[in-house]
């Protein structure tokens, strides 16, 4: 039984195209974020989601707007991609209050 | 959060003990340490973390110094699998506090 899972796995598209990427848990945590991590393997949150509520949005884009249709699901939809987008995109999930973060296996974007 | 200085790269033969040290000299108070490792190609997972004892679970033991600046995470036995990325983290105890990943040490596990 996978924790979190991410679709796609991989995924290439051209530059100004609009892509989503799908997150699930079934952990039955309340809080689910969004990593971006570039090509120099440096993790950086995205966004965080507390019961449907956006509590982290760090500097990022207007182009990415996540979606959490509920506790369970968080999606990232990205606009206008651009080259810059190319990186491996984690979605995580916990418990607010406590510090155990679980992780997907990732989705490889890359913008041509 | 409180920053963390970790060394780049390490080896370790299999079946030894690998220790991986990190430093947190601007640690406050209420800051637990945290250990993830992310194995090539893989999301991040969690390890261990602590306040100031030392904890001890099925992957791992943390030894956090007395003063709490710095902390070395232990693996016991490694084995190649536990080839892998280790991120120290340093996290307040406050539910929406983010955790930020530094560069990690690169543990690479010697046949």
């Known amino acids: 039984d996978t924790a979190v899972s991410q679709t796609p796995k991989y995924l290439v598209t051209q530059m100004g195209n609009d892509k989503s990427i799908k997150c699930e848990q079934n952990?039955?945590?309340?809080?689910m974020y969004w990593y971006k991590q570039d090509s120099k393997k440096f993790l950086k949150i995205m966004f965080s989601?507390?019961?449907?509520?956006?509590?982290i949005n760090e500097t990022v884009p207007n182009r990415f707007s996540p979606k959490s249709p509920d506790k369970a699901h968080l999606n990232l939809h990205i606009n206008s991609l651009e080259l810059g987008d190319s990186a491996v995109y984690f979605c995580?999930?916990?418990?607010?209050?406590?510090?155990?973060?679980?992780f997907g296996p990732g989705t490889r974007l890359l913008v041509l | 959060d409180a920053k963390t200085t970790q060394p780049t790269s390490m080896d370790c033969a299999e079946g030894r003990a690998a220790n991986l040290p990190c430093n947190h000299s601007?640690?406050?108070?209420?800051?637990?340490v945290y250990w993830y490792r992310q194995i090539h190609s893989q999301g991040p997972q969690y390890i261990i973390h602590?306040?100031?004892n030392n904890e001890t679970n099925e992957m791992a033991s943390l030894i956090i110094t007395e003063d709490r600046k710095s902390s070395t995470l232990i693996l016991p036995h490694a084995t190649l699998r536990d080839t892998a990325v280790y991120y120290c983290?340093?996290?307040?105890?406050?539910?929406?506090?983010?955790?930020?990943f530094g560069t990690g040490t690169r543990l690479t596990i010697i046949p």
């Open positions: 952990l039955g945590h309340d809080t």
């Open positions: 983290i340093v996290r307040g105890d406050f539910g929406n506090e983010k955790l930020t």
């Open positions: 989601y507390n019961n449907k509520e956006l509590i």
């Open positions: 601007t640690i406050s108070g209420n800051e637990y």
């Open positions: 995580a999930s916990s418990f607010i209050w406590t510090e155990t973060q679980y």
């Open positions: 602590g306040l100031k």
